[in-house]
């Protein structure tokens, strides 16, 4: 029996191919692994040995040749592949232990140029492990360090079942897949392109969860490979339970909102919706007023703080039922005090921006979009009613314009001193999330600030924003009954701006 190892990830090889020597298995290779079981003092025989033929081309050509994937690819169970072989010398080759050229790490890399990342792309490797996976009845493929030891166990017991080695192939496709799909979308990324003719995407698992939405549901965590901007896949968990489903998707959601406020800030989330938003001269005071924005949702709820949590934030947050605070660090006084609830999930995580296209599965298919990244800053804001915002106005109008983007259409934000007071989300008509923001907030909200994630279709919400004391009015503007509108705003002294930019959230 023969094994043919080329490997550029050299954890656990010698250990592995000690094992296959150790049952008489003929070790064959290719470069620095050759000269690893070499110093190791394994015998072991250069690929150029077994096809008569140099490794040529800076070493693009050394396995592609008929005696490797003849002696991979001929079934021992066919006489006429068995004839074949005999004919042409082809030796059969049992066991492939292969990973490919580091694509992934390298165009991780600052400053990898074109040509490093098109030289690291390997193409003997995936071709010898989709041959060897292709005929895994009599053939054992390994890709991945972490099954060395499963694999050197039942080389010891007489050899691989059938079992192991489908599940190994199986193994193998997923990983020349994944590495087809990053190179693919390397050079898709060169060239310009958004929307191709096929999306090929990969993912690598962070963690199985114990379930999904509901505990009848499976469900597992993974993370796009090099993926540069905020996400949750890159935060350090120092305490607390294991997250769930819910968490994950909460806490990004949290993340999302958060992306958008650079002062001191506090975001709290239920269900995906924001429940309190506020800005502060202090983390403490952002938080503090948060908290006050909705002193009812917030329990059971999700924290993101963009700055460091200090002992006096941390003893406002310890009088709370929370499942999560994320925020960039937590003091050491900060950290013991929460330590101190038992399953209270901390988490660490450089905060800055998301970034990339949003992938939406639906049935049978996916969604493919840009990031919601438009900004106040973006957006052509145009004054249209007979007053202008005053200074306080305006920066309630901000504050409510931020958080809308990131509240289930149809969405109704009430901001008033840095802090949304009322918030409306996922209704059915946008008169409702307005009377939804409009009891939260209560007395607040006079002299209150109002954003609207899309239009005004008639004049009844700002009829309504009018009776519960709303002295100004952020929304985007286009609708054939904006003037009923502006001239309802302007009747009841309301300052409204529009902005020619929606932001549905579905």
């Not at 050759?34 to 396995?63: C, H, W, Y």
């Not at 490919?100 to 690291?120: D, R, V, W």
């Not at 489908?166 to 979308?185: E, G, V």
């Not at 060169?190 to 963690?207: C, N």
């Amino acid at each position: 029996m023969r094994a043919l190892l080329s490997v550029s990830d050299k954890t656990g090889i010698v250990e592995l191919a000690t094992v296959l020597h150790e049952a008489g298995i003929e070790l064959i290779s290719t470069g620095g692994t050759e000269a690893a079981l070499q110093q190791a003092g394994l015998p072991v025989k250069n690929i150029s040995e077994v096809t008569s033929f140099p490794e040529m081309l800076d070493g693009r050509v050394k396995t592609l040749h008929p005696l490797v994937h003849g002696g991979l690819l001929g079934r021992r169970d066919l006489d006429t592949h068995v004839a074949q072989m005999k004919d042409h010398h082809i030796e059969p080759i049992d066991y492939v232990v292969v990973n490919l050229y580091p694509f992934k790490e390298t165009i991780a890399k600052e400053n990898t140029t074109y040509e490093e990342a098109i030289e690291n792309i390997d193409i003997g490797g995936p071709s010898m492990l989709r041959s060897a996976a292709k005929n895994h009845a009599s053939v054992t493929v390994v890709v991945d360090p972490s099954d060395y030891t499963l694999v050197a166990e039942e080389v010891r017991g007489g050899g691989t079942s059938f079992e192991t080695r489908q599940r190994l192939a199986t193994k193998a496709f997923r990983h020349t897949a994944a590495y087809d799909a990053l190179i693919a979308d390397y050079l898709g990324r060169q060239i310009g392109e958004t929307f191709p003719e096929q999306l090929t995407v990969t993912y690598e698992k962070v963690q199985d969860l114990r379930y999904g939405e509901n505990p009848h549901q499976q469900a597992a965590f993974y993370k796009t490979p090099l993926y540069d901007g905020m996400t949750l896949a890159k935060a350090t968990q120092l305490h607390g339970k294991e997250l769930s489903y819910n968490n994950i998707q909460d806490t990004n959601a949290a993340l999302e909102a958060l992306s958008e406020l650079t002062e001191p800030a506090a975001v709290v989330v239920k269900h995906m919706n924001p429940c309190g938003v506020a800005v502060g001269r202090t983390i403490s005071q952002a938080f503090e007023r948060a908290h006050a924005a909705d002193p009812v949702s917030i329990f059971g709820g999700i924290v993101a703080l963009n700055r460091e949590v200090d002992l006096e934030t941390a003893d406002a947050l310890r009088n709370i039922f929370l499942e999560i605070i994320i925020a960039p660090s937590f003091s050491e006084a900060a950290l013991d005090r929460l330590k101190e609830k038992k399953n209270l999930r901390l988490l660490t995580l450089d905060m800055g921006q998301m970034t990339g296209m949003r992938l939406t599965a639906v049935a049978g298919g996916l969604l493919v979009q840009d990031g919601d990244d438009m900004t106040l800053d973006d957006a052509s804001c145009q004054i249209v009613t007979d007053r202008r915002p005053t200074a306080a106005e305006w920066e309630d109008l901000k504050l409510a314009w931020r958080v809308v983007k990131h509240v289930k259409s149809n969405a109704i934000v009430v901001a008033k001193d840095e802090t949304t007071i009322g918030i409306g989300a996922g209704q059915m008509n946008r008169v409702g999330a307005a009377k939804i923001a409009f009891e939260q907030a209560g007395e607040r909200a006079s002299g209150a600030a109002l954003g609207s994630d899309a239009f005004f279709p008639m004049a009844d919400t700002v009829e309504a924003a009018a009776a519960a004391g709303i002295t100004a009015i952020i929304q985007p503007g286009g609708s054939i009954r904006d003037a009923e509108s502006i001239e309802a705003a302007n009747r009841h002294g309301i300052t409204m701006v529009f902005t020619s930019v929606r932001h549905f959230k579905h």
